[in-house]
């Protein structure tokens, strides 16, 4: 055998062995997962650097959050594993062709996948408030153009060429968003529940008001998706047993809130068990006003429904949970505290296709009621079907009960619910 | 370090490196509108007559929201003096797909049509949605 073509990589791997997406000659990278260092001869005489390296993690996460990209500060590998390389210099500087000007003017420079210097005769900052130039502010600009950004004019974009003071804390906008994700994609599912989670406030003139907030939750992290601005909340995910007492840390099964007339519960699931929530307290509870103890059995609180359960949600206009577990549909009547008669039945009986074909058939992945759509919206993996609600019946009466329309993706109707590396997750 | 005698550091120093040579004739204006891909890299003797360097003039300004005068007026000078990135905002090439360099070379990325063509204004929109203010 030729020993040499032992030498030649897969097509689909690298030089590290990862996979690669497309190897077609395109300004972004192939990988999704990047590794980056602040080199040790390139750090700034003017902070610390633990406030370069804090600067650096969190423009990093930021782009994170709006990209299908991971990014890992990698201070151990060989350089030559290292994807992108951050320093800082005056003058001629780190080996680089292309000088600094010193104070003034050129505050720093990348190199389409590769490195990024800045230049050290400016005056960084890492605070917000400070006078000077926001060493995050430039660290997220100098990252887009590695990830293969261009400049751009347009009011608001984190690339405009010319540094511009912070009035508040920036973000990366919806066409920035827009235009790195046109190089990789945007984020897609699948989720482990979702739900809207209701609050009751009093205004201030005394009046009960009732408001609501929408949560994604995936493996041991979650998102706050603000509707109103189609995107998650900004600096999400957060850990799970951050922000949600005493419930499990990850991959949830369900979130149910049962709400009647004189009931008000909210439950989650997973496995066999499942868990009352404290609206009140903010945590799980470990005993109830009724005197229920939890964890408890899905078995004892919900007799009759299997375990474990892929998802469930719950359908105020029959006052029932639907459980959903492979192809079937359980129907729970929270006030007989029984399943309902003729249950359970085919989730293609229960939810029938509008559209031949197009049907997700079981193993949901997340059953969801919207109170922004008033619809229920069923998720399977990177896509999802919405089921006709009692306006739409009511418009056209010839739409079965509880049909489901054609399948779209997820990615469409929610946006930029995004992973970042487990090593960003607490920042 | 960079040298100061006072104990809250008022009185830094400025480094003994150079400040940057700010843009303040016809000259210097034709070296920024050059080194950051406004015009090709040429010198000529007489920029003012120059109507490739008066039009690349006008592209900037347009660009940055200046009175778009073809002169080199303070508006235009301030804007160039103002801190700002060190990459091309154009390249200005007949082959207009993606080189990808090394640190070691002279040149940057290249900018992709779409981009190359808000960078001097043909499809330029101004966005006047508000910044987002929410607190992370």
Excluded at chain 1, 166 to 174: G, K, P, R, V
Excluded at chain 1, 221 to 228: A, D, F, P, S
Excluded at chain 1, 232 to 250: E, H, K, N
Excluded at chain 2, 61 to 77: C, F, H, K, S
Aim: glycine letters at 6%; one cysteine or more.
């Amino acid at each position: 055998k030729k020993r040499f073509l032992n030498m030649l990589l897969p097509p689909d791997r690298d030089k590290n062995g990862q996979v690669v997406l497309d190897r077609t000659e395109t300004t972004a990278f192939a990988r999704r997962s990047l590794k980056w260092r602040l080199i040790g001869e390139g750090y700034s005489s003017q902070l610390s650097i633990e406030e370069q390296t804090y600067a650096f993690k969190l423009a990093f996460r930021m782009w994170s959050e709006v990209t299908p990209l991971d990014f890992e500060e990698d201070t151990t590998s060989p350089i030559s594993q290292i994807d992108i390389k951050l320093g800082f210099g005056t003058g001629r500087h780190l080996g680089c062709a292309h000088t600094f000007d010193g104070e003034g003017q050129e505050f720093a420079h990348a190199w389409l996948q590769s490195d990024i210097h800045f230049d050290d005769d400016e005056h960084f900052t890492a605070a917000d408030t400070e006078n000077g130039i926001s060493l995050l502010k430039v660290a997220v600009h100098e990252i887009g153009h590695v990830l293969g950004l261009a400049h751009s004019h347009r009011r608001g974009s984190i690339m405009q060429p010319n540094y511009i003071p912070q009035e508040s804390a920036f973000e990366l906008d919806w066409s920035d968003r827009k235009a790195i994700q046109k190089l990789y994609g945007s984020c897609e599912g699948p989720f482990d529940t979702i739900f809207d989670w209701v609050r009751k406030e009093r205004n201030q003139y005394g009046e009960l008001v009732v408001r609501y907030n929408t949560y994604f939750f995936h493996k041991s992290w979650y998102w706050l998706y603000e509707n109103r601005h189609n995107r998650t909340r900004y600096g999400d995910p957060i850990a799970v047993l951050i922000g949600w007492q005493g419930i499990p840390a990850s991959d949830l099964d369900a979130f149910v809130h049962v709400w009647t007339w004189n009931q008000d519960a909210s439950y989650f699931f997973k496995g066999t068990q499942y868990w009352r929530y404290d609206n009140e307290n903010d945590k799980a509870y470990t005993e109830d006003t009724q005197g229920a103890h939890y964890p408890r059995l899905i078995s004892e609180g919900f007799p009759g429904i299997p375990s474990p359960i892929d998802t469930a949600v719950y359908d105020r206009r029959i006052q029932s949970i639907y459980f959903l577990k492979d192809s079937l549909v359980f129907a729970f009547d929270i006030n007989k505290n029984q399943i309902v008669d003729h249950f359970p039945k085919r989730l293609t009986d229960v939810f029938p296709a509008l559209v031949i074909n197009d049907h997700p058939i079981g193993n949901i992945d997340a059953a969801y009621y919207s109170y922004t759509y008033n619809a229920i919206f069923l998720l399977k993996g990177k896509e999802y079907w919405r089921v006709v609600n009692d306006r739409e019946r009511w418009q056209n009466p010839s739409l079965p009960y509880n049909g489901l329309f054609a399948r779209r993706n997820i990615s469409e109707q929610w946006f930029d619910i995004c992973n970042v590396h487990a090593s960003m997750l607490k920042m | 370090e960079r040298l100061f005698h006072s104990r809250d550091h008022s009185d830094l120093q400025d480094s003994s490196s150079e400040q940057a040579k700010p843009v303040t004739d016809l000259h210097s204006a034709q070296q920024f509108l050059s080194r950051y891909g406004w015009t090709e890299p040429e010198f000529p003797i007489e920029p003012a007559k120059d109507p490739v360097f008066t039009e690349a003039l006008k592209k900037f300004q347009r660009a940055n929201d200046l009175p778009v005068t073809g002169i080199l007026d303070d508006a235009t000078t301030k804007a160039m003096n103002k801190p700002r990135c060190g990459v091309p905002d154009n390249q200005v090439t007949e082959n207009k797909n993606a080189t990808l360099v090394t640190p070691q070379s002279n040149t940057f990325i290249q900018v992709n049509d779409t981009a190359l063509n808000q960078s001097i204004g043909s499809n330029y929109t101004v966005n006047h949605e508000k910044s987002p203010s929410r607190i992370r």
